[in-house]
């Protein structure tokens, strides 16, 4: 069975130029969990949610610097799905990638409260993700 999704475009790279790349499959993806991949020079994040819906995002945590957004925890906030970043707790929309609660802190510099996410397509049970 060939499922494709569509992300929203918020924060996601420009469409020109992307390139498809076959990251797994959604069998190697646990629900709820996320998931490091390194595409080119690019790390995303992967996370599948509960309805098998796959949401990639940038792996960089914008607040502490560090490669560890795969890390974070699943969760929902009024039906949005949500990641909890495992440093210093933001929480991440996994919808628009908007950051919901800065904990506090502010993102390093040069950064935005913000995640990037990626278009995810799952077509035959294979994880595709498009990069720039």
């Known amino acids: 069975m060939s499922v494709t999704q569509e992300q929203p475009a ?5 469409t020109d130029d992307l390139s498809w790349e076959r990251v797994c499959l959604l069998s190697d993806l646990f629900p709820e969990r996320g998931s490091a991949a390194l595409l080119g020079d690019t790390q995303v994040a ?3 949610l509960p309805d098998d819906v ?4 940038q792996q960089l945590d914008p607040f502490s610097g560090a490669n560890v957004m795969s890390r974070g925890i699943v969760g929902t906030r009024a039906g949005v799905p ?6 210093y707790k933001q929480v991440y929309s ?3 990638g908007e950051c919901l609660d800065t904990a506090g802190y502010s993102p390093r510099p040069g950064r935005e409260p913000r995640l990037v ?3 995810v397509e799952v077509r035959d049970g294979v994880v595709h993700v498009a990069v720039q």
Request: glycine letters at 0%; a positive charge; zero cysteines.
């Open 94 to 96: 996994l919808v628009t």
């Open 82 to 87: 949500t990641v909890a970043a495992p440093v």
């Open 46 to 48: 992967l996370f599948r």
């Open 54 to 57: 796959v949401v990639a995002t």
């Open 10 to 14: 918020a924060a996601a790279p420009q």
């Open 117 to 119: 996410k990626y278009p």
